[in-house]
């Protein structure tokens, strides 16, 4: 048994944070549906390569067709939860707005996942992870001193603001619909999630304790033992030494005696302290580095790269890429297990067209429905139910 066991979710196809918030859920045990657009005909897809599809139910449905919109609310009537990631408005000139949706299951939890949020003036804007990024004020604090601010993937917007927050909306939801019978949709917006992430630098700013400019602070790379230096192979070690053993173990183990060192409470000292640093890394490789502070504790690691970082140690004995396909990839987090009980980072399986036809009809659909949810060409077009 895992924690959301019997959970049931309805997933409508969207990009990023939806079905990234879809695979977390069912690497916990959720059962996910994820209701896509007919593919068009001859479309390849190669799905064991598609991550956040595992554990997934994938079906097919024209929701433009009252067929189709039929067979949706069919599998919203019977689940927990529904995710949907369009603009607002869109849901519900599709006849699955949270209006419709509530009117056949009280209980329903519906989370809606926009950039923007339902209302404001932006709230019909398109945007991508950048977009949020820069106008929460996170994207202005990422970066060097004398460079333009850095671009840290789609992960802080996307997956923190967005997918994280949709998860633990849709949790808490789920247990208030639980305790009280009565269902609630959310409002998931990445600009909002980013913001929130964004709570320690604003408490530093609100008491004068953060700069509002990129590089000049604790924790963004400002503070000589907290950034990146290069290695003589153009290799990068990562520092983190911010309490004061770390920092002077980091020290000792760069070779450097600490009482020859401006001190480092006087930030005038800082630029000294780099130089030293920074010239202490280039006297030996990544590697050696590494080797050096393995047994020390002084939050000291190297920069690897993605084909790098599964072969450390810590992930092997963690188990925290897995292979499958021919494929290394990230195993379910968190992990979680029965006191006592062994945990494992185990992928959940790849639902085949068997696994998901006994799912459906488990959910009380007919033959004939769960073979157009399936797509079968017996069953025609999708999103048409067959004549009887």
């Given at each position: 048994?895992?924690?959301?066991?019997?959970?049931?979710?309805?997933?409508?196809?969207?990009?990023?944070?939806?079905?990234?918030?879809?695979?977390?859920?069912?690497?916990?045990?959720?059962?996910?549906?994820?209701?896509?657009?007919?593919?068009?005909?001859?479309?390849?897809?190669?799905?064991?390569?598609?991550?956040?599809?595992?554990?997934?139910?994938?079906?097919?449905?024209?929701?433009?067709?009252?067929?189709?919109?039929?067979?949706?609310?069919?599998?919203?009537?019977?689940?927990?939860?529904?995710?949907?990631?369009?603009?607002?408005?869109?849901?519900?000139?599709?006849?699955?707005?949270?209006?419709?949706?509530?009117?056949?299951?009280?209980?329903?939890?519906?989370?809606?996942?926009?950039?923007?949020?339902?209302?404001?003036?932006?709230?019909?804007?398109?945007?991508?992870?950048?977009?949020y990024l820069a106008l929460s004020g996170a994207l202005h604090a990422i970066g060097a001193r004398d460079g333009p601010p850095a671009v840290p993937l789609n992960l802080v917007a996307d997956l923190g603001g967005g997918g994280a927050f949709l998860a633990i909306g849709l949790l808490?939801?789920?247990?208030?619909?639980?305790?009280?019978?009565?269902?609630?949709?959310?409002?998931?917006?990445?600009?909002?999630?980013?913001?929130?992430?964004?709570?320690?630098?604003?408490?530093?700013?609100?008491?004068?304790?953060?700069?509002?400019?990129?590089?000049?602070?604790?924790?963004?790379?400002?503070?000589?033992?907290?950034?990146?230096?290069?290695?003589?192979?153009?290799?990068?070690?990562?520092?983190?030494?911010?309490?004061?053993?770390?920092?002077?173990?980091?020290?000792?183990?760069?070779?450097?005696?600490?009482?020859?060192?401006?001190?480092?409470?006087?930030?005038?000292?800082?630029?000294?302290?780099?130089?030293?640093?920074?010239?202490?890394?280039?006297?030996?490789?990544?590697?050696?580095?590494?080797?050096?502070?393995?047994?020390?504790?002084?939050?000291?690691?190297?920069?690897?790269s993605m084909t790098q970082a599964p072969q450390h140690a810590h992930h092997r004995a963690r188990r925290t890429f897995v292979a499958r396909d021919g494929a290394l990839e990230p195993a379910p987090a968190p992990r979680c297990a029965r006191p006592g009980a062994r945990v494992e980072?185990?992928?959940?399986?790849?639902?085949?067209?068997?696994?998901?036809?006994?799912?459906?009809?488990?959910?009380?659909?007919?033959?004939?429905?769960?073979?157009?949810?399936?797509?079968?060409?017996?069953?025609?077009?999708?999103?048409?139910?067959?004549?009887?």
């Amino acid at each position: 048994m895992q924690p959301l066991s019997g959970v049931r979710v309805v997933e409508l196809a969207a990009l990023g944070p939806v079905p990234w918030c879809g695979m977390l859920l069912a690497g916990l045990g959720a059962q996910v549906i994820r209701i896509e657009r007919p593919s068009p005909p001859g479309a390849a897809r190669a799905a064991h390569f598609e991550f956040t599809d595992r554990g997934c139910h994938r079906v097919a449905l024209d929701l433009k067709s009252a067929q189709g919109l039929a067979l949706a609310l069919r599998l919203v009537e019977r689940a927990d939860a529904l995710m949907e990631g369009m603009r607002p408005g869109v849901a519900e000139r599709l006849g699955l707005g949270p209006r419709a949706c509530h009117a056949i299951n009280p209980k329903l939890v519906y989370a809606r996942m926009t950039g923007w949020g339902q209302h404001g003036p932006l709230a019909q804007r398109a945007g991508h992870d950048i977009n949020y990024l820069a106008l929460s004020g996170a994207l202005h604090a990422i970066g060097a001193r004398d460079g333009p601010p850095a671009v840290p993937l789609n992960l802080v917007a996307d997956l923190g603001g967005g997918g994280a927050f949709l998860a633990i909306g849709l949790l808490a939801a789920l247990l208030d619909a639980r305790g009280s019978g009565a269902g609630s949709v959310l409002d998931v917006a990445m600009v909002d999630g980013v913001a929130n992430l964004m709570a320690l630098p604003y408490a530093r700013l609100a008491a004068g304790l953060w700069r509002d400019e990129r590089g000049s602070n604790l924790l963004d790379g400002g503070t000589p033992w907290y950034g990146v230096y290069e290695t003589a192979d153009a290799g990068y070690m990562a520092v983190g030494a911010i309490e004061p053993a770390f920092y002077e173990a980091f020290v000792r183990g760069l070779g450097l005696d600490p009482a020859a060192l401006p001190d480092r409470a006087d930030r005038a000292g800082w630029p000294e302290l780099r130089r030293r640093f920074a010239a202490a890394f280039r006297q030996a490789g990544r590697d050696e580095w590494q080797r050096r502070f393995e047994d020390v504790d002084a939050c000291v690691t190297p920069v690897l790269s993605m084909t790098q970082a599964p072969q450390h140690a810590h992930h092997r004995a963690r188990r925290t890429f897995v292979a499958r396909d021919g494929a290394l990839e990230p195993a379910p987090a968190p992990r979680c297990a029965r006191p006592g009980a062994r945990v494992e980072a185990a992928l959940p399986p790849v639902p085949s067209r068997a696994d998901s036809r006994a799912l459906l009809r488990a959910w009380g659909l007919s033959a004939a429905e769960t073979e157009v949810l399936l797509g079968c060409a017996a069953a025609g077009r999708a999103g048409e139910v067959p004549a009887a």
